[in-house]
């Protein structure tokens, strides 16, 4: 599960089943698998001549329901064709936490509570690879740019590195003293960044698995979420203490903070959005999901779509790899993942 | 990019072995990215591994004797390989299928000691047959065809009419392409003109004896020589003016600047490769006992740097990678050996906000520094004061622009930055029907079966 408090833990129905694939054709708005098409071409994007500052106007596109828990992951496929999301409620007893889509679009990797992580293809379904060595819920996952090795976080501390291809693991880095929330290959494949509750960011060297850096900032910015900029130069990183920092780990310096946004209790993902206008992306506590200008860190847009009996934390967030679009997943009773369309700036 | 959190005291060469791969094959070659080894076998297959796993992912079977040589294409999607069955078989690594599909099958008259590709263009193949041939091989449409690299007779030189031509041992492009370097069996090196096939300059090499072997410098105006004397010579190259019709072929000794032997057991030398900066080279020993490798400095007046010892099985080959401090050799037990600067684990990384240091920094505190202020009302004003400056300066630091989207380059090519004013044509010609190998392919994913181990 996501949350930081074990209490939230929360039972399911009892047979085992794989992932919804398996199910019987599911009504067009049901999300992965099979994974939804994304929708048509959104409004073309601004011109070039637009002014650099010009806002976002995300709009509410989709609601896809489907799910019957709490949803932990949305990720757009590398290819931008599909979005694939995963929740709680999937296999009995089987939660999964996190979801990455292969470089080339046509896997799916799954990292679950059952301690395992599989790889799915997702054109059929079926389980291609199970990779088990993890001694605990496995929480986070990822692919290199290559698409041959995955990074996985343990919730004992341990991320673990896979051979992708054969399904085992090449090496194990005690990393953590606590729950690893994060982990994310850099983008030639020589660094790993992985973030902790123990509150600390770490920055490790590949192929030898040493610890190169790491990256503390204050007693409350417990961090839940890391992962590097498109560039690989710095380190975008959310923390408990609603702020959501942006590093240069070379230096160790903080380059930007972003806030406004509430983030105390949940593990919630910021990403980059530079498809458009360049803005950090991020789900909050208050239902809502937050841009921020990248460089100026104003708060740019606040999208309010997630309603429900309970307050719905938007946990998941995601921009698309090609166009002006954001999916975002939530824990609230209305279950949906919604996908946001920017109708283009004037 | 993490090599200035790592490598702070800069030694370029590699210093130890970091992983040994069972392969069974003859010689190891990286391709330009440094990511895979393409390594050929004296059963005719040849491996491409890939050193991020560790792990054989293609197999290249076709020959059916051994293989004699590897190239790949610049951007690594098409390799090369020749052998003693006549062959030479140009592969295709985007092949959709697995095991990648032969491109290109190309048949000579005699076994094929060597292969290569133009740097520029794939499609044009360099070879030399163990008969003491070279030919240009062109694919492309337009130019098809094969031409044999001879010497121009002197008619001159009443000598060479007489006694039979020397045949041709090394056979070489230089990194921008331009040129085509032969050795002879006679201690020459021939430069030809690789548009026109016509010989431009001849360089008599005294006391070579037969050439070996030749590697070029990244730059291509240094290369080195290995011959039957024992000897690596080291060369500045001279500029070759454009081929002219009735120019006549230069002729030049080239004396060379530096010379590296062993000088204790006189050891012959299986290969040499220069370091990507040109400032190191390594020579691999043809030493019957050990596995060891010679690292000279070049910059430092070509001194022997260090001896590199590989272990008990003899060494093959040896190639440096295309941009690190590492190099692959191979054994005749059929190992790879991947060597690499090792680094010490820095246990100071573990805790943030501390720096190693190398020896004990005398501190020298401040009066007041270490002082229990108490919190009167003026002191609290000040203190709050003091925050809220601090995060004005946050604040305005926190102004500057970061870019998050423009990243390494990959590495240029160095050769397009070598053209030599007034001669386009040659690159013209090369560049003409481009090969497909484009920067940016994707090796495809294969999934491995379980029950293969």
Redesign the interface.
């Known amino acids: 599960m996501n949350s930081a408090d074990d209490a939230a833990s929360q039972t399911t129905e009892d047979d085992p089943q794989i992932p919804e694939s398996h199910h019987a054709p599911p009504p067009p708005s049901q999300p992965h698998p099979p994974p939804v098409v994304a929708p048509p071409a959104p409004p073309p994007n601004p011109p070039a001549s637009a002014h650099a500052r010009a806002r976002p106007r995300y709009e509410l596109k989709h609601s896809l329901s489907g799910h019957t828990m709490s949803i932990s992951s949305v990720k757009f496929s590398p290819d931008g064709t599909l979005l694939a999301s995963c929740a709680a409620d999937n296999v009995a007893k089987l939660w999964l936490s996190d979801i990455a889509w292969?470089?080339?679009s046509?896997?799916l990797a799954t990292a679950s509570d059952d301690h395992t992580i599989r790889?799915w293809d997702v054109d059929s379904g079926l389980t291609?690879?199970v990779l088990k060595g993890h001694t605990s819920y496995v929480f986070c996952i990822n692919y290199?740019t290559?698409?041959?090795?995955l990074v996985s976080g343990g919730c004992d501390g341990d991320v673990k590195i896979w051979?992708?291809?054969?399904?085992r693991c090449?090496k194990t880095l005690n990393a953590h003293l606590d729950y690893v929330t994060a982990v994310h290959f850099?983008?030639?494949?020589?660094?790993i960044v992985s973030c902790s509750l123990d509150g600390?960011i770490?920055?490790w060297?590949?192929?030898?698995g040493?610890?190169?850096?790491?990256?503390?900032e204050g007693h409350d910015a417990i961090c839940q979420h890391v992962q590097f900029?498109?560039?690989?130069?710095?380190i975008l990183s959310t923390a408990h203490d609603s702020a959501i920092r942006?590093w240069d780990f070379?230096t160790?310096r903080c380059?930007?903070?972003y806030v406004g946004h509430q983030n105390a209790k949940y593990c919630i993902a910021a990403c980059?959005s530079?498809t458009g206008g360049?803005w950090i992306v991020s789900g909050s506590e208050d239902t809502k999901i937050y841009l921020w200008d990248?460089?100026?860190?104003e708060v740019m847009q606040v999208l309010d779509g997630h309603h429900g009996e309970f307050p719905g934390f938007v946990i998941s967030s995601q921009t698309h790899p090609q166009q002006n679009m954001i999916a975002s997943g939530s824990i609230d009773s209305d279950l949906t993942v919604k996908v946001w369309v920017d109708r283009g700036s004037t | 990019m993490n090599t200035s959190l790592l490598n702070p005291f800069n030694i370029t060469y590699p210093t130890a072995v970091q992983a040994s791969l069972p392969s069974q094959c003859t010689l190891a070659r990286f391709d330009r990215s440094g990511r895979f080894v393409a390594a050929g076998r004296s059963d005719g297959s040849a491996a491409i591994w890939d050193l991020e796993t560790r792990a054989a992912v293609r197999w290249l079977e076709g020959h059916v004797k051994g293989i004699t040589s590897v190239d790949w294409s610049r951007n690594s999607r098409f390799v090369l390989t020749s052998s003693k069955d006549w062959n030479a078989i140009v592969w295709d690594l985007a092949s959709d299928i697995d095991p990648p599909q032969r491109r290109t099958t190309i048949r000579f008259d005699a076994p094929v000691s060597s292969a290569s590709f133009h740097p520029r263009n794939s499609q044009i193949i360099l070879a030399l047959l163990q008969s003491g041939d070279a030919y240009l091989v062109d694919l492309r449409k337009k130019h098809r065809g094969r031409v044999e690299l001879e010497e121009a007779h002197d008619d001159s030189d009443e000598e060479s009419s007489t006694s039979p031509r020397s045949a041709m041992t090394v056979a070489h492009f230089d990194p921008t392409g331009r040129h085509i370097f032969v050795g002879t069996s006679t201690g020459s090196i021939l430069v030809f003109n690789t548009r026109t096939k016509t010989i431009v300059a001849r360089h008599k090499i005294p006391g070579a004896g037969v050439m070996k072997g030749f590697d070029f410098a990244k730059s291509g105006r240094r290369l080195v020589t290995n011959s039957s004397d024992r000897t690596l010579r080291q060369f500045t190259l001279p500029i070759y003016p454009p081929p002219i019709a009735d120019r006549e072929c230069t002729e030049q000794e080239l004396e060379p600047t530096h010379r590296f032997s062993d000088p204790i057991n006189r050891t012959a030398w299986h290969a040499m490769s220069f370091s990507p900066d040109g400032e190191w080279l390594a020579g691999g020993a043809a030493d019957p006992a050990s596995h060891k490798i010679y690292i000279w400095d070049i910059a430092n007046d070509g001194q022997l740097a260090s001896t590199l010892d590989g272990g008990r099985e003899p060494l093959i080959y040896v190639h440096w990678h295309p941009s690190k401090p590492s190099i692959v050799s191979t054994t005749n037990h059929g190992n790879i050996l991947i060597w690499h600067c090792p680094s010490p684990e820095r246990w100071g990384a573990f805790a943030g906000g501390f720096e190693e240091v190398d020896e004990n920094v005398e501190y020298e505190e401040r009066e007041d520094e270490f002082d229990i202020v108490n919190l009167s009302l003026i002191q609290s004003y000040l203190f709050e004061e003091d925050e809220s400056v601090l995060a004005k300066r946050k604040m305005r630091q926190e102004e500057e622009e970061v870019d998050i989207l423009t990243g390494k380059d990959a590495e240029e090519d160095i050769v397009d930055h070598l053209r030599f004013n007034g001669d386009e044509d040659d690159f013209f010609w090369a560049d003409d029907e481009p090969d497909e190998d484009e920067r940016g392919w994707r090796m495809k994913i294969v999934m491995e079966d379980d029950d293969m181990i």
Not at chain 1, 146 to 149: C, N, R, Y
Not at chain 1, 205 to 208: A, C, D, E, G, K
Not at chain 1, 229 to 234: L, T
């Open positions: 292969s470089p080339n046509v896997y790889i291609s690879k290199n290559e698409g041959t090795q051979n992708a291809t054969k399904g090449t850099n983008r030639d494949g020589s660094l600390l770490r920055i060297s590949l192929p030898s040493q610890c190169l850096k790491t990256l503390a900029s498109p560039n690989s130069k710095y942006l070379q160790s380059l930007k903070t980059f530079v360049k990248l460089q100026s860190r």
